[in-house]
């Protein structure tokens, strides 16, 4: 099998991952429940995890570090401690469902700071256009659906100009691509475990620098007292027993991360995307959503077919044990902005795992595929 579906979930991960999983099953309890060797076991997990993470996007206090399910469920803690009814949300015009259905359902004035696919510069123009007033802002460091890197940097600096707090989806830059969370002076950055992070799905962090607003209430293991959620980070936020197997799986993919030169992830993975590019650019009948140069391009590769169905470009590859994603990938407003909405894309996303033989192997197949139509 050739998994390139990584913008979804990393399947291969280091062999740490799942033997930390496996063994917080069996000798791990939950933290704040007791003062036993198990409960403390996972207490001492969690914490650990909390401050590698810190360290690795610096932030300056670990209890800032929030533990959450997924970036879905860090992204709605974060526009619901932020945005209330009416007000005036800008995002750009690359964001995912994670985004924008937690803004409809609070009826909030989303304005789409739209703009062209690979073209940093009209992007920040368009949130500066459309900044002044705002109630907050939500960008995507990197769209899922095109692997387009977002000028995030200039983005963050125009939203510190205008006083307006700014919200990160870092779902698909977490783990490959640098972070200062310091640096960026964001309010918050929520990212899941399991992608670039390489930890087991169900996990998720939530870095925050703003007041925040909890959207699960219950048990902390602290406070027992009172009928309300503690003021402090992270009780606050974290209701209920921690995913401490996830948490310990996440600590270890954190740290393989760590343990790379910086940026070689990135650059193994945009490697495999421009060979890949490089090898199916002339297949007759086929359009590549591809930065050529690079600088902006980060190892996910869309395409579409004038003549066959994204659906079935997949299903063809799926049969031949290559796993990839069709359609519009959770983020319909991003396939609204490149002018893909009626057909979607075929995705082939790259991971630190994947190999150039995988990529040779991969072209070859969908030549045969376009060939014997």
């Known amino acids: ?200 799905q169900g996990t998720g962090v939530l870095l925050c620098n703003h007041e925040t607003k909890p959207i699960m209430y219950g048990g902390t293991g602290s406070n027992s007292t009172i009928s309300t959620m503690p003021e402090y980070l992270p009780d606050r936020l974290e209701a209920g027993t921690h995913n401490v197997a996830g948490i310990a799986g996440l600590e270890q993919g954190v740290k393989y991360v760590m343990s790379k030169p910086k940026g070689a992830l990135l650059s193994h993975e945009k490697r495999l995307c421009a060979d890949f590019a490089k090898k199916i650019s002339l297949i007759p009948g086929i359009k590549l959503f591809f930065d050529n140069s690079l600088s902006c391009q980060s190892g996910v590769l869309s395409m579409y077919s004038q003549h066959m169905d994204s659906d079935m470009v997949a299903e063809k590859l799926g049969k031949e044990g290559i796993c990839v994603r069709a359609g519009l990938h959770c983020s319909p407003i991003s396939h609204e902005t490149v002018g893909t909405i009626e057909k979607g894309t075929v995705r082939f996303s790259f991971s630190p795992f994947n190999t150039m033989q995988e990529v040779v192997y991969t072209a070859e197949i969908l030549k045969k595929i376009f060939n014997s139509m």
């Open 1 to 200: 099998m050739i998994y390139f579906d990584c913008a979804a979930t990393s399947l291969q991960k280091p062999k740490a991952v799942n033997y930390a999983v496996n063994r917080a099953m069996t000798v791990m309890a939950s933290p704040g429940r007791g003062c036993h060797k198990p409960a403390m076991l996972a207490a001492d997990t969690v914490l650990n995890c909390r401050v590698l993470l810190a360290s690795y996007f610096n932030v300056a206090d670990p209890e800032n570090v929030i533990f959450t399910f997924n970036a879905t469920h860090g992204l709605n803690i974060a526009i619901n401690s932020i945005v209330s009814e009416r007000d005036k949300v800008v995002i750009s015009g690359y964001e995912h469902n994670s985004v924008t259905r937690p803004l409809k359902e609070l009826k909030a004035d989303v304005i789409i700071a739209a703009s062209p696919l690979f073209d940093q510069p009209s992007a920040v123009e368009a949130f500066r256009k459309a900044l002044p007033n705002a109630k907050c802002a939500v960008c995507t460091h990197v769209s899922n659906a095109f692997g387009y890197i977002l000028p995030i940097w200039e983005i963050s600096a125009l939203c510190r100009e205008y006083g307006v707090p700014l919200i990160i989806d870092a779902s698909q830059s977490a783990g490959t691509i640098p972070i200062d969370f310091s640096a960026l002076g964001a309010a918050f950055i929520a990212m899941p475990g399991h992608k670039g992070l390489l930890g087991p």
